[in-house]
Every structure is written in C-alpha cells, then in structure tokens.
C-alpha cells in the first residue's frame, strides 16, 4: 500500500514525471494564492508606518529609550518587508518558470488551423480554444476586439484586459494579418509601432503577425528565421528597455507554422 498519496492520483510513471507532477501542484496552489502578496505588502506597509509615527512621537517627547525600541522595530520592519518581497518575486519567478516548460511542453508545433471563412476568424477561434496562452487569459476575462486602433497604429485584432488592483494583471495581445510572404521589414514595422502602443495605451505582452503561405512556399527566409528565433525584441519604456514576445503565423497546407513556439 502507498501511503501519502491523494485519492485516485496514479504515481508517476518515472521519477522526471513525478517531479513535474509536484511542481505543477505547486504552481496551482500559487496561482490560487498569489493576489494574497498585495495584502501582505499593504500589512507590513501600515504596520511600519504607524512604527515611525509612534517613533517619532517618543522622540518629540524625550523618551529616547523607547524611541530607540521603536526604532529597531521599524528597522525590523523593514527587513520584513525586504523579505517578503524577496520571497514573492522567488515564487513568482518559479511561477513563470514552470508555466513556460509546461506550454513548450504541451504546445503542438504544427497545430491544425480551424474551421472558418477567413483567415482571421480562423486564427481567433484556434487562439482562443488551442493555443495555451491566451486559454490561461481567458479565465480572468478578456475583451476581443477587431481592427482595433490604437494611435496610428491598426490591429486586426486585440485580446484585451484591463488591470485591477486586487485583481488579474493588465493584458494585451495583438494580432496583425498581412498578405504575401512575410519579410523582415514587417516586424521592423512592427517593432516601431509596438512603441506607439506601449506609450500611449499599455504594454503589449505578445504580438502575432498573421499570414497565409503565398504559392511555392518553401519556408520563411534565413534572415527572417534568425530575426525571429535568436534576437532577443525589446520595446523602449520609461526610459528601460522592456523584453517583448513576437510570433509569425503562417497558414500552410491546412496547419500553422508557428515561429518561435513561445514560452
């Protein structure tokens, strides 16, 4: 008899599967937790707070042994606080970690494409039931809109979210369809206009440049290919260079080729 096991649960099948099995149970018992660190931040906030009040009180009034109390208390506080962001920012990173190795590890990388009239309406229903990512987004809600315009930028389409303080994060996707085979000097457009994006409306997380294989397609080209796989894409914001996700969808013989499968 195996002791310690959750009911119906299976062992794992080799100690690899098993591992991934307890970081995953890990991660989703994170997930479910994780909006708790803005109270934690807010507590040790106000609780420092009231610490330098009565501090300096004391002092005002001569008491410069209890001043010195409440002093080291604040520094304590302090030294809280530092730790308990360190040990967010530690779960948040395993967090995401373990996100990416899963989707890499799940993600088909030739997905067949959708049932649909265009290419749009094809790429919009296999985002939003096939592709791992965006299915996470849609459990805390996500406003799909079409030609959507953000300064004089165009996007076909953009999954949006808006942040709450308590709440799921900001999010935004955008989706771009171009016609003919794609070239470099899209996504050098696309780059710039990803700028615009960023300053006047919010940051985008991940980026998709649509299309469908021209005749003859023999595959993107090596520079295209190089851009795309081993260029690391970055967006200039508050003064920081910021790291962004770009893709190519490229419809072909009834499935995507995806470059890069993304993380």
């Known amino acids: 008899m195996i002791y310690g096991m959750a009911k119906d649960k299976l062992p794992a099948d080799n100690p690899t599967s098993g591992l991934f099995d307890l970081a995953e149970h890990m991660s989703e018992n994170y997930s479910k937790v ?3 660190k803005y109270y934690a931040y807010v507590f040790v906030g106000i609780t420092i707070l009231f610490l330098i009040i009565i501090s300096l009180l004391l002092l005002a009034e001569g008491n410069v ?3 010195i109390i409440f002093l080291a208390l604040v520094i304590c506080g302090i030294m809280m606080l530092r730790l308990v962001a360190f040990t967010i920012h530690f779960l948040d990173d395993f967090d995401t ?23 749009l309406e094809r790429i919009e229903k296999y985002l939003k039931n096939d592709d791992p990512l965006i299915v996470d987004q849609l459990k805390n809600g996500i406003e799909v809109k079409h030609n959507f315009r953000i300064g004089d930028t165009s996007w076909s389409l953009a999954f949006i979210r808006q942040g709450k303080m308590f709440g799921p994060e900001s999010y935004l996707m955008l989706v771009r369809e171009i016609k003919g085979e794609p070239k470099l000097n899209n996504f050098i457009l696309l780059e710039r206009n990803l700028e615009t994006v960023a300053s006047e409306f919010m940051f985008p997380n991940r980026t998709i440049i649509l299309c469908k294989a021209p005749k003859k397609y023999d595959g993107i080209s090596e520079d ?20 962004v996700k770009l893709q190519l969808f490229v419809e072909h013989e009834g499935k995507y080729e995806i470059i890069p499968l993304l993380p």
Do not use: C, W
Request: hydrophobic share 35%.
């Open 65 to 67: 042994g209890m001043f």
């Open 34 to 36: 994780k909006h708790l």
């Open 97 to 119: 970690n373990f996100r990416a190795i899963k989707l890499v590890r799940d993600i088909d990388p030739l997905p067949k494409i959708p049932q649909g009239e265009t290419s």
């Open 224 to 243: 295209l290919y190089s851009y795309l796989t081993e260029k690391v894409h970055y967006i200039v914001k508050s003064g920081k260079n910021v790291p």
